[in-house]
């Protein structure tokens, strides 16, 4: 072994789940990982980017393409909406390899209209997929992390969902809801080595390329994500609970953060003038910050009460 390879993340004897791998991200992610020895569950229905249609085909030739390359991968075609189609992506990871290390929910799909003309069914599928598909693939998963007393798990956020984007009322709200599942999960897996983080990527797929400026298409290649996925999927990751915002080579982390805020004492009688008048002071974010727990937050409030 070279000495670079003795720094290379390796991935032998982990068992991994890709979902929506038949394509774009979740298709480059697993590759990355099966190239360097991990065991693949490559999930895909194979339908089209809203959602409809399905076909095994996606799935299978990604199967093919691991297994030429000399690296091992089953192929599962359920839907991440379907619980007992959750249930079977993970259950396909027990039957070939008896367990499940690493879990990247990647499936998505758009379904993408002003919110006035949005119809509800659009809404719904949407939230089905990205943030109760996520919910259900990770709820059969974890109870085998837990006994593992390990597991990855990456979540695929958005910018749209972090900071707005016109006609995706149902894909932001998604998206920022697996903020939300990542932010109480990574409190609940600490204690059994679950680590779960979350990308916000940006790269050059079916789902994008007609949406992006041609021009930069080349610079978006799906590799620069799935660098950062093998990371947060390896050993080596100690980071839990962070968005990473990542694409065509840039990398960073994004972060809800807090105003220091204005408190008018304990028992003061405040009225919506006060607010109108402090709305500069109260929004000022010179002095904002991050909180790790929904009790240091709470914390801060309690905390001028014991002063
Ligand atoms: P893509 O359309 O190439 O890949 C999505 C895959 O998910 C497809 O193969 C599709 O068949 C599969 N899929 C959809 N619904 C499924 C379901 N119910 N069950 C199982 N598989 C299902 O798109 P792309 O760009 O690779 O997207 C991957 C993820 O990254 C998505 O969650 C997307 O929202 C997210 N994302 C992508 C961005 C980009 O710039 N490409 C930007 C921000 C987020």
Redesign the pocket.
């Given at each position: 072994m070279s000495a670079q390879d003795s720094r290379m993340l390796a991935f032998s004897g982990r068992v991994a789940i890709v979902?929506?791998a038949?394509?774009?991200?979740?298709r480059s992610h697993a590759l990355l990982l099966a190239s360097r020895g991990a065991k693949l569950v490559i999930?895909?229905?194979?339908?089209a980017?809203d959602?409809r249609g399905g076909s095994a085909t996606?799935a299978d030739a990604v199967v093919a393409e691991i297994k030429a390359a000399g690296g091992e991968a089953v192929a599962n075609h359920d839907?991440?909406?379907d619980p007992a189609g959750a249930a079977r992506i993970v259950q396909a990871a027990l039957d070939a390899w008896g367990r499940v290390d690493i879990l990247v929910n990647?499936?998505?799909?758009l379904r993408d209209k002003s919110f006035a003309k949005m119809p509800l069914e659009d809404f719904d599928a949407v939230l089905a997929?990205?943030l109760l598909?996520s919910a259900y693939v990770t709820h059969a998963a974890w109870p085998h992390m837990q006994a593992a007393n390990y597991g990855r798990v990456v979540m695929?956020t958005?910018a749209a969902g972090l900071y707005g984007n016109f006609g995706q009322t149902n894909y932001g709200a998604a998206k920022l809801g697996l903020v939300g599942l990542m932010n109480a999960l990574k409190q609940e897996g600490g204690k059994n080595g679950i680590l779960i983080n979350t990308i916000?990527?940006?790269?050059a797929?079916?789902?994008?390329e007609p949406l992006f400026p041609p021009k930069l298409l080349p610079h978006l290649q799906p590799a620069y994500i799935s660098a950062v996925v093998a990371y947060l999927c390896s050993e080596s990751c100690n980071a839990t609970g962070d968005i990473i915002s990542v694409g065509a080579g840039y990398y960073a982390k994004a972060q809800i953060v807090e105003s220091e805020g204005v408190f008018y004492g304990a028992g003061a009688e405040v009225t919506p003038e006060m607010i109108a008048a402090d709305w500069g002071r109260i929004t000022d974010m010179g002095k904002a910050r991050a909180y790790g727990a929904a009790m240091e937050e709470v914390a801060k409030i309690f905390g001028y009460f014991v002063k």
């Open positions: 979902t929506g038949g394509s774009g991200l979740g999930n895909d229905l194979g339908g980017v959602g996606a839907s991440v909406s990647n499936a998505g799909i997929v990205h598909g695929t958005s916000a990527p940006v790269a797929t079916r789902m994008t």
